[in-house]
């Protein structure tokens, strides 16, 4: 997949993305006035696991203008681990500061154009992207990161500045699409971009 969404686009409506406190999720459930992070993830993938603190840093220190939506998209048929019921295993031990949503029908991740685990999109309380790519240039392991990329985003979205950097490459594994023949392979050997 080539497609992802780029600054400007509106966010594409989604409805019934059950979370991991069991509730149904949508747009029109997450209206606002604060911006929104909605990023695709999974339970797996080391690029995820590596860079979920960085993630939950910046969501604590933007709580009060900012909400964050995870997304897991990927095929449990591919990566057992990545199943509803592992997500919600997964919010319960590390009781992350964002609601956590299953796109088991992948069409959410189809529309928004997501192209790894994680790729990050942020919109203004309009649902207009001011912001898609990485969190920072070292996922895997935040201790040798160069970049803030995300957190340099949030920062000049919630001041009422412009996006100075708006599209950086997301670094990750890729979506594990259903149906799509998958050669197993441990998560060290994900697909970088």
């Known amino acids: 997949m080539s497609y992802t969404l780029m600054p400007g686009d509106k966010a594409p ?3 019934g993305l059950k979370g991991t406190d069991g509730k149904l999720y949508g747009l029109k459930e997450l209206d606002s006035d604060l911006f ?3 990023f695709f993830t999974c339970n797996h993938c080391p690029y995820v696991t590596g860079s979920d603190e960085l993630t939950r840093n910046i969501a604590e ?3 009060d203008k900012v909400e964050f939506i995870a997304i ?10 990545d199943s509803y019921e592992n997500m919600v295993l997964r919010m319960k031990e590390f009781n ?3 609601l956590y949503l299953h796109d088991k029908i992948q069409t959410t991740a189809s529309d928004y154009g997501a192209l790894k685990t994680p790729h990050f999109f942020l919109f203004d309380n309009q649902w207009q992207l001011l912001y898609t790519g990485r969190n920072t240039d070292n996922p895997r392991d935040i201790s040798s990161r160069t970049t803030n990329d995300l957190e340099e985003a949030v920062k000049q979205a ?4 412009e996006v100075t950097i708006p599209v950086t490459n ?5 979506i ?6 998958a050669h197993w392979m441990p998560p060290e050997a994900c697909d970088l971009i």
């Open 72 to 81: 897991n998209s990927n095929s449990e048929n591919t990566y057992e681990e």
């Open 61 to 63: 220190k933007f709580k």
């Open 158 to 161: 919630t001041e009422s500045r």
């Open 96 to 98: 992350f500061p964002w």
């Open 36 to 38: 929104k992070v909605l």
């Open 170 to 174: 997301p670094i990750g594994c890729n």
């Open 13 to 15: 409506n989604f409805e």
């Open 176 to 181: 594990k699409w259903e149906g799509k023949p």
